[in-house]
């Protein structure tokens, strides 16, 4: 909106049909004594003569209307000439009135006033709603020969008045105001009302009234008058905003004119609206993590009259770290997958079966969940860490072959809330994939920050929750590659403080005991070789020194107990399973 020395206002429906008019320069002054909260009335007694054929000026009733428009909710405004509105003669043609005196009204800074005088002799006259402030106590009113159409009447008409101080015309002055009919009368605006929501009621209230003399060519010359100067995108957007329960209720509200019917007026295309879709974990949404209208239709959002969407899920069983986001399907197919603050997912628990609702905010991006049963996750528990990525089942060696499988290769906490796991001989790629993930689920996970990144070896980086994969370079034929992953710095409100470090080391052949046929793993295949070799197989060789898992000179069937528990893990009597042999003294 174009900026002016003045400022504009809105109608106020349901106050009688008041006069508008506009101002000349006039000094001010007043024949008596100027005190705090009065302002006065210069009657123009050649403009309104005929008011004065038989009556005196001095014996002409006087009242003043005030009300406010915005700012002081508790200024009380009286009714239209009765006792409290009536002025007190001054002297020559000049009347004053305190706001003051009987209501105990005050002024305030910053808010918007109206005043109205209006007089009673041998005929009635009216001033134009007029606006005002606290820098207008002690100055005048003054009428100009001009009229306007009045704003709720268009068979009437309204004197031009302002303010009788330069410095308060500059600001002050005939209240801008669209008439019944579209046109625009007025000058002056108050500060606290928009040029887009002055529009916007215009048409909430004569949209459909008025519906046979409004044309869509007159409400857009409406918007580009001068003192509006309104874009009728911005005033649409905010009508369908402002009025949006009326608009969901067309049966209730039938003078509230259609969103489409005000696009027709203002000559604006609406945007087509989003489609907004609950997408996450299976157990709720039905689905996994499917954020089109077309893979999900039951998991749609409904468009409140608030602006807001709601999903309600029916019946949800208890869970725990269910995990949620909502996926906006714009008009021209793109998808915007919205989370927490952070942009990761919303994580919940279901104690007991209940109602779920998902409701989310566009213009705040807030996304609630709540339930009778339904309990936010604000922090971590973990109880076991592990390294998930793109293992080979047929090369145990990276991830002991395990590909994604999140509850499969645990690390070792070596430290509070550090973990760590190490391969041997992996073999040489540039692609390894790898994550970290809790607890066996992938509902608290860490990754990279980027895809395709590749950490260098030994050097600590940043571990992001929910983050992509891991890149680990393997540049050797064989190497020993160690993951770590530090979460005693990690919050879980912000999602940050994680650290992981990727070490690749090249690894010199070694000679494991207990990998009894030599392959550089230890599992259920040597425990057969050793029963075979122990029973004399004729064609069974073994390495004694890495057969002889419990170190005492024999191989016989103690070493292959120490190599079962070895391969089945929790058990003690394990012997020297697993350890090189070369570092065996």
């Not at 506009?22 to 001010?28: I, Q, Y």
């Not at 109205?116 to 606006?131: A, L, P, R, W």
């Not at 070792?412 to 041997?424: C, P, R, S």
Request: aromatic share 10%.
């Amino acid at each position: 909106m174009r900026k002016t020395n003045k400022v504009l206002s809105l109608t106020v429906a349901g106050l009688m049909a008041f006069s508008t008019s506009a101002v000349t320069a006039f000094s001010v002054s007043a024949a008596e004594d100027v005190t705090d909260t009065k302002i006065y009335f210069e009657v123009p007694t050649e403009i309104w003569a005929d008011a004065l054929v038989k009556t005196d000026v001095s014996a002409l009733k006087v009242y003043a209307h005030t009300y406010a428009v915005a700012g002081d909710p508790d200024y009380k405004e009286t009714s239209w000439q009765t006792k409290g509105e009536v002025c007190k003669y001054v002297s020559g043609n000049i009347y004053s009135y305190d706001i003051d005196a009987k209501y105990k009204r005050t002024l305030k800074d910053g808010a918007d006033y109206v005043a109205i005088f209006s007089i009673v002799g041998d005929k009635g006259y009216q001033t134009c709603n007029v606006t005002m402030g606290k820098s207008c106590y002690g100055d005048t009113i003054v009428v100009t020969g001009e009229t306007y159409e009045n704003s709720q009447d268009s068979q009437k008409k309204d004197y031009r008045s302002v303010w009788k101080s330069e410095a308060n015309a500059a600001v002050y002055g005939p209240k801008l105001e669209i008439t019944s009919t579209g046109r625009v009368v007025g000058e002056s605006i108050p500060t606290s009302i928009t040029a887009e929501e002055m529009v916007a009621q215009f048409l909430h209230d004569y949209g459909v009234k008025n519906a046979s003399i409004l044309t869509p060519e007159k409400v857009q010359e409406t918007c580009a008058n001068e003192f509006i100067n309104a874009a009728p995108k911005d005033v649409y957007d905010l009508y369908v905003s402002k009025y949006a329960d009326e608009l969901a209720d067309p049966e209730a509200y039938p003078n509230t004119a259609s969103a489409e019917k005000i696009a027709e007026y203002l000559g604006v295309t609406p945007e087509a609206e989003s489609t907004y879709v609950v997408a996450g974990s299976e157990e709720i949404c039905g689905v996994l993590w499917k954020g089109s209208p077309a893979e999900a239709p039951e998991n749609v959002m409904t468009k409140n009259a608030d602006g807001t969407y709601t999903k309600v899920f029916s019946g949800v069983a208890p869970a725990e770290k269910l995990q949620i986001k909502v996926v906006e399907n714009t008009a021209d197919g793109e998808q915007n997958w919205i989370g927490d603050a952070t942009g990761n997912n919303i994580t919940f628990d279901v104690t007991d079966t209940c109602d779920v609702t998902v409701t989310y905010n566009p213009s705040t991006s807030e996304i609630t969940v709540t339930g009778d049963a339904v309990k936010l996750v604000t922090d971590i528990v973990i109880t076991s860490m592990h390294a998930v990525g793109n293992g080979d089942p047929d090369d145990g060696s990276w991830l002991n072959g395990a590909a994604w499988d999140v509850t499969a290769n645990e690390m070792e906490q070596v430290a509070d809330k550090v973990y760590e796991i190490t391969y041997h001989n992996v073999p040489e790629f540039d692609n390894y994939q790898v994550k970290f993930a809790a607890n066996g689920t992938w509902a608290d996970s860490w990754g990279s920050a980027e895809e395709g990144f590749t950490p260098e070896s030994g050097v600590a980086f940043d571990a992001v929750y929910n983050g992509q994969n891991i890149t680990v370079n393997v540049p050797y034929e064989l190497a020993d590659v160690t993951l770590r992953i530090d979460l005693s710095n990690f919050n879980y409100a912000t999602k940050a403080g994680a650290v992981a470090t990727v070490t690749v080391t090249d690894a010199v052949p070694k000679t494991y005991i207990g990998d009894v046929n030599g392959d550089g793993k230890i599992d259920a295949n040597d425990v057969t070789t050793l029963q075979m070799y122990i029973a004399k197989y004729a064609d069974v060789t073994v390495n004694e020194a890495v057969a002889d898992v419990d170190g005492n000179g024999k191989i016989n069937v103690l070493d292959v107990t120490a190599i079962q528990k070895y391969v089945a893990g929790g058990f003690d009597g394990t012997g020297n399973a697993g350890k090189v042999l070369e570092n065996i003294a």
